[in-house]
């Protein structure tokens, strides 16, 4: 699940990298526009502020990061090492 800054949820995560994400939302995003979100990471959130890059037809909305605290950043890249099962647990 994705929130917007309002803390509405906004859509489902299909996909997400160090550098961005795949949202599947009914939101109608314009290319170029930037968002902030929370992206639920494990038992922590993370804040990003997001790009509008590309839209996938029945799947969704491709997003850039354009903004990942240190913090964030490291949190969101022990999550995906951990999801790819190189995290060691």
């Given at each position: 699940?994705?929130?917007?800054?309002?803390?509405?949820r906004?859509?489902?995560?299909?996909d997400?990298?160090?550098t961005g994400?795949?949202?599947?939302t009914?939101?109608h995003?314009?290319?170029g526009?930037?968002?902030?979100?929370?992206?639920?990471?494990g038992?922590?959130t993370t804040q990003?502020?997001?790009v509008?890059?590309?839209?996938?037809?029945?799947?969704?909305t491709?997003?850039e990061f354009?903004?990942?605290?240190p913090?964030?950043?490291?949190?969101l890249?022990?999550?995906?090492?951990?999801?790819s099962?190189?995290?060691?647990n």
């Amino acid at each position: 699940m994705l929130l917007g800054a309002d803390r509405n949820r906004i859509g489902d995560l299909v996909d997400v990298s160090i550098t961005g994400l795949l949202l599947q939302t009914r939101e109608h995003f314009e290319l170029g526009e930037t968002r902030p979100m929370s992206i639920s990471v494990g038992n922590e959130t993370t804040q990003v502020v997001a790009v509008a890059r590309r839209r996938i037809p029945g799947v969704g909305t491709a997003f850039e990061f354009t903004h990942i605290s240190p913090r964030d950043r490291e949190l969101l890249r022990r999550f995906l090492l951990q999801l790819s099962g190189a995290g060691g647990n």
